[in-house]
């Protein structure tokens, strides 16, 4: 059976900013790794504590407390996350994408297209920034259904935007960049690629000769991932010797390793435990038209780049458009 892992904290309330700093520091991968920051993760409706998934040195996670999310706005997202995907199939398919927004049912995503699986064994809803624009047109349930829904959902969204934005300051001085480095980097984070995927997994699946995944093994696309869950388990990640992470990163076997309310980077997939399973994500990119490319203070003369820069909408697209490709 695979070991739980204890995950550093980092307190997201500290007037110590320098030190705050320098504990994410200790457990970033500054020398080999050019993209540094790679996702985070927000954890635990009993305990409110805030993950934080990184590029690190030995596990890719750690937690963040005292983050500022109110907890009954937390427990209210959950309820009428609940209140949603037990509604008849019928009724959800109204709401189905529209782009990349709303419901996607069972199996309507595939995150690792390696496998022989039919598909994720989950169902989602997407929301993206409120002021709706051609390209991004958020799918709202009818207020004579879900009559708080709307107003709970945006109210979070934009509380967990504010907490995104928060981390990234420390997450520069970590990286020795100004603390404002991603909020003035060409809107980096101005907000308005960050899309909330609330996420139902079912409990009792039934017998089937196939390996049944709630999510199958992948990474985060983006630069940061905030994610609340139930405390329900079934998050496994592997760790990999930070030294090899560019080039081995898909090197068989992979050793999986039980974590404990944690749902977030480095190679993960969600497995069925039996149990319902709910869990709540924000995730914080640059805007579609950002040029991502190796941070200043992550490469030099004698380490230079290891991989051209890219326009954060075409990397994005390509990785959503092969989850959904089946």
């Known amino acids: 059976m695979a070991a739980s ?4 904290l980092i307190d997201l309330s500290s007037t110590d ?15 080999l790794t050019e993209y540094a920051i790679r996702d985070l993760s927000f954890y635990s409706r009993t305990t409110l ?10 596990y890719g996670f750690f937690y963040l ?16 996350s609940r209140k949603f995907f037990s509604l008849p199939l019928e009724e959800k398919m109204k709401l189905a994408r529209k782009g990349d927004l709303g419901f996607a049912p069972m199996r309507a995503e595939n995150l690792d297209s390696s496998t022989t699986s039919k598909g994720d ?40 935007l504010s907490t995104g934005k928060q981390l990234s300051s420390l997450i520069a001085l970590a990286l020795n960049l100004d603390e404002n480095f ?12 960050a899309v909330l995927r609330l996420l139902h997994y079912p409990g009792e699946m039934g017998v089937s000769d196939e390996v049944v995944y709630g999510a199958s093994a992948h990474s985060d696309y983006g630069m940061i991932t905030l994610l609340a869950t139930d405390g329900v388990p079934g998050l496994q990640a592997t760790f990999i010797n930070i030294s090899f992470v560019c080039r081995e990163k898909l090197k068989q076997p992979r050793i999986w390793e039980d974590v404990n309310h944690v ?36 490469c030099s003369e004698s380490s230079p780049p290891r991989f051209p820069p890219i326009r954060c909408g075409d990397y994005l697209r390509d990785r959503i458009d092969a989850a959904y490709s089946g």
């Open 5 to 8: 892992l204890s995950l550093p």
């Open 17 to 31: 900013r320098i030190s705050t700093a320098n504990s994410i520091r200790q457990v970033l991968f500054l020398s």
């Open 49 to 58: 504590q805030l993950e934080g998934v990184i590029a690190s040195m030995d």
């Open 65 to 80: 407390i005292n983050h500022g999310v109110d907890e009954q706005l937390l427990q209210n997202v959950f309820d009428e």
């Open 121 to 160: 064994s989950k169902e989602t809803f997407h929301i993206g920034p409120s002021e709706d624009d051609e390209r991004h047109i958020n799918q709202w349930p009818s207020e004579d259904v879900l009559p708080s829904w709307r107003f709970v959902m945006e109210k979070y969204y934009k509380q967990v």
């Open 182 to 193: 991603f909020e003035k980097a060409g809107g980096a984070l101005n907000g308005e690629s």
């Open 263 to 298: 749902k977030g980077s480095t190679l993960h997939r969600v497995m069925p435990t039996g149990k319902e399973r709910y869990s709540i994500a924000l995730f914080l990119d640059p805007n579609e038209d950002y040029i991502v490319e190796c941070l200043p203070s992550c």
